[in-house]
């Protein structure tokens, strides 16, 4: 080996280091928010409302025409026993903008729910952030399995986790600027368009911000791995005690 191979294989080595931490992330952040799957299924229901509603101006058939599609999507998870987590989720919203549509008579307040959940959510990433513990760690540090860690034990990792909840934080408000105006001035169609248009670009552009951020972080800890390391070494201590309790009784 020459004097100029070994910095070849090193950087071989970090570049392969590299390689594996984004793959870890991208594959975090997929089982996290849902991936493509999960896009279509936030994005088709509201889809659904507002093309009826566009064809036929009416608020019951398109309703129940978009809870139906959310149900559809759910049933589909469950019998694929596919996790149903996301699907769920578009049921919940799906159901409180139905009902706040037919309580008020008015088709536009289908949109409400989702809105208000939206700017309650930036809100709560902007907050937690400033708090010290940004949401998006919360929600990642599980999926990474490292919990809580990057608290005290990795600032690296705290401060792109802090970065990416204020990403996503803003870029929600942004989006909240955009749509609470049109609720008091546009019609349900222009809106619900508008909505449609909205759901996936933001959510995709915060999701490529959290994977840069990420991807320059240092390498989670996983706590799991430490714990199960930990209870095996307890355990090889009290074999390792066991069997000098056991050759001193023989001495004896």
């Excluded at 870890?24 to 999960?38: Q, Y």
């Excluded at 009416?58 to 996790?83: F, N």
């Excluded at 409180?96 to 549509?101: D, I, L, P, R």
């Excluded at 959510?121 to 999926?143: D, M, R």
Aim: hydrophobic residues 55%; neutral net charge; contains cysteine.
């Amino acid at each position: 080996m020459t004097s100029l191979d070994k910095p070849t294989e090193d950087t071989t080595a970090e570049d392969t280091a590299a390689a594996d931490a984004r793959a870890v992330t991208e594959a975090a952040l997929f089982e996290a928010f849902g991936g493509l799957r999960g896009m279509i299924e936030t994005v088709v229901p509201g889809l659904i409302f507002v093309t009826i509603f566009t064809i036929n101006k009416d608020l019951h058939m398109s309703a129940i025409a978009a809870l139906a599609v959310s149900l559809v999507l759910v049933v589909v998870r469950l019998a694929m026993k596919d996790t149903v987590k996301h699907a769920f989720s578009g049921v919940f919203g799906v159901a409180f903008g139905v009902v706040f549509a037919m309580m008020t008579g008015n088709a536009k307040d289908f949109y409400l729910p989702g809105m208000l959940y939206t700017l309650g959510l930036a809100l709560a990433y902007i907050i937690t952030t400033l708090c010290g513990v940004p949401l998006i760690g919360l929600i990642l540090g599980p999926v990474f399995k490292e919990n809580l860690s990057w608290r005290k034990r990795n600032p690296g990792r705290k401060k792109a986790y802090a970065k990416a909840s204020w990403a996503w934080g803003l870029i929600l408000l942004a989006k909240c600027a955009i749509l609470f105006p049109l609720y008091w001035w546009a019609n349900t169609a222009q809106l619900g368009w508008v909505l449609v248009a909205l759901k996936i670009p933001p959510f995709l552009l915060a999701v490529w911000l959290t994977w840069v951020f990420l991807a320059k972080a240092p390498a989670p800890i996983d706590v799991f791995a430490e714990m199960e390391a930990e209870e095996k070494a307890e355990a090889e201590r009290s074999a390792a005690a066991e069997a000098a309790g056991g050759r001193h009784r023989r001495d004896g």
